[in-house]
């Protein structure tokens, strides 16, 4: 391969003021405004080094897939810079027909009670650092790292898929009508 061609398996995350990361074998901790997080790339194949407030990353080998790890691993990366810096929001709307539903958070697991007016709640858990925050229709997530807000959103969707049923007439369930940068309150 030509050095042009080995280029493209190289790539580099500018670091925004206001934001330090570290590296620690194959740790990255972040620490920002909005406050820290860390993230392993233990299983990801790029190699990381940290100069001048920019994080170069490598990839190890010099496949196709390879070319599309180290973009992954950018964004990883660029996205928690982003997130300690404005953090994102997910806003969630509670839909019924005839049962209300509730929502509520106990500790780092949400209860979703009454959905299709079943006696025992569902349940699922918060994943990292996301607030959730009930509010009458809607459901707030809110939080720094993108991935973790994503999920928690996800499996919020998920308790509440409903099963032996068509789904074009029983329309119950939690689903994202907002994805937007910044926090609110």
């Given at each position: 391969?030509?050095?042009?061609?080995?280029?493209?398996?190289?790539?580099?995350?500018?670091?925004?003021?206001?934001?330090?990361?570290?590296?620690?074998?194959?740790?990255?901790s972040?620490?920002?405004?909005l406050g820290?997080t860390?993230?392993?790339f233990?299983?990801i194949?790029?190699?990381?080094?940290?100069?001048?407030?920019?994080?170069m990353?490598?990839?190890?080998?010099t496949?196709?897939?390879?070319y599309?790890?180290l973009?992954t691993?950018?964004?990883?990366?660029?996205?928690?810079?982003?997130g300690?810096?404005?953090?994102?929001?997910?806003?969630m709307?509670?839909?019924y027909?005839?049962?209300?539903?509730?929502?509520?958070?106990?500790?780092?697991k949400?209860?979703i009670?009454?959905?299709?007016?079943e006696?025992?709640?569902?349940?699922?858990?918060?994943?990292g650092n996301?607030?959730?925050v009930?509010?009458?229709?809607?459901?707030?997530?809110?939080?720094?790292?993108?991935?973790?807000i994503?999920?928690t959103?996800?499996?919020?969707?998920?308790?509440?898929?409903?099963?032996?049923k068509?789904h074009?007439?029983?329309?119950?369930?939690i689903?994202?009508?907002?994805?937007?940068?910044?926090?609110?309150k």
């Amino acid at each position: 391969m030509s050095t042009e061609q080995l280029s493209k398996f190289e790539d580099q995350v500018d670091i925004p003021e206001g934001v330090t990361v570290t590296l620690k074998k194959h740790m990255l901790s972040f620490v920002g405004p909005l406050g820290k997080t860390h993230k392993s790339f233990r299983s990801i194949p790029v190699k990381i080094t940290i100069t001048d407030n920019k994080v170069m990353l490598k990839t190890i080998y010099t496949k196709k897939r390879d070319y599309a790890i180290l973009h992954t691993a950018r964004s990883i990366i660029r996205n928690i810079c982003e997130g300690l810096i404005v953090g994102y929001t997910i806003k969630m709307k509670v839909v019924y027909a005839h049962f209300p539903i509730t929502v509520k958070v106990d500790g780092k697991k949400i209860l979703i009670e009454n959905f299709q007016g079943e006696r025992a709640p569902r349940s699922t858990h918060i994943v990292g650092n996301t607030k959730v925050v009930p509010k009458g229709e809607d459901v707030i997530l809110t939080g720094e790292v993108w991935t973790d807000i994503t999920q928690t959103a996800a499996n919020i969707e998920l308790r509440t898929k409903v099963k032996n049923k068509d789904h074009r007439v029983f329309l119950d369930g939690i689903y994202v009508f907002e994805k937007k940068k910044g926090l609110e309150k």
